[in-house]
């Protein structure tokens, strides 16, 4: 494993209790990073006692504005200003059609997948702009690409995340601020326990590589584009799909 240089920096990871998010964190903690986990979970606290010193778990409905600024208060108190971001925190809904798909389920995967991501960037970019300096990696998904049917919300969601990932990199080109986006096909996580067996089958078919994403793989791509040496992609998008990506 590639050592990542991360030491003296402080960096919020949404969903950071399990799967993904949690590999990020754990990656991030062993280049040298303070963590500290966004996350509703109960498992958040046993997560981020498995890092050590390293690890902070925050208690953060991302939905909603005053508990990512209350959140954003107790990171910083505790650990120091945040410098870097990894949106990961999201949820798939369920599978269904469109004219099938029931109007609370799309608005809860809005909220979490869109608004969310956008609150958490909201909250951390002034004083990334103050400091001259911010790594924000939204994780999106190779669905917000292609659009995987019987999940239009979780398709739409994701979709809106690369495109205000890129207006975002746009709007910070100006600073030493890199914000990209990952599309990972889908990593055999929690969120599977969302998702019909037959979803599932759909997506592993779509794969060239024949198997599903290792968090782990994910976490080391997303490693390098948080650190110093990410230092001219911006607005950029990149893909952990195992081949599916043709664009």
Known sequence: MN???LDGHIAIVTGGAQGIGFAVAERLAESGAQVASWD???????AMEKLGSSGLAVSCDITDWNSVTQALAQTRDALDTPNILVNSAGIA???ALVEDYALDDWQRVIQINLTGTFHVNRAVLPEMKSANYGRIVNIA??????????ASAYSASKAAVIALTKSLGKETAG???AVNAVTPAAARTRIFDQMSQEHIDYML???PRNRFLQVEEAAGMIA???????????????DLSGGRATY
């Not at 998904?141 to 019987?150: F, L, V, W």
């Not at 584009?225 to 998008?237: D, Q, R």
């Open 40 to 46: 509703l979970a109960e498992s958040n606290e046993a």
């Open 205 to 207: 078919s779509k794969i």
């Open 224 to 238: 390098w584009l948080v650190s110093p040496e990410n230092s001219f992609t911006t607005g950029a998008v990149f």
């Open 141 to 150: 998904s190779i669905a917000g690409k292609e659009g995987n049917p019987n």
């Open 3 to 5: 050592k990542i240089d």
């Open 175 to 177: 600073h030493d601020i």
């Open 93 to 95: 809904g369920p599978n």
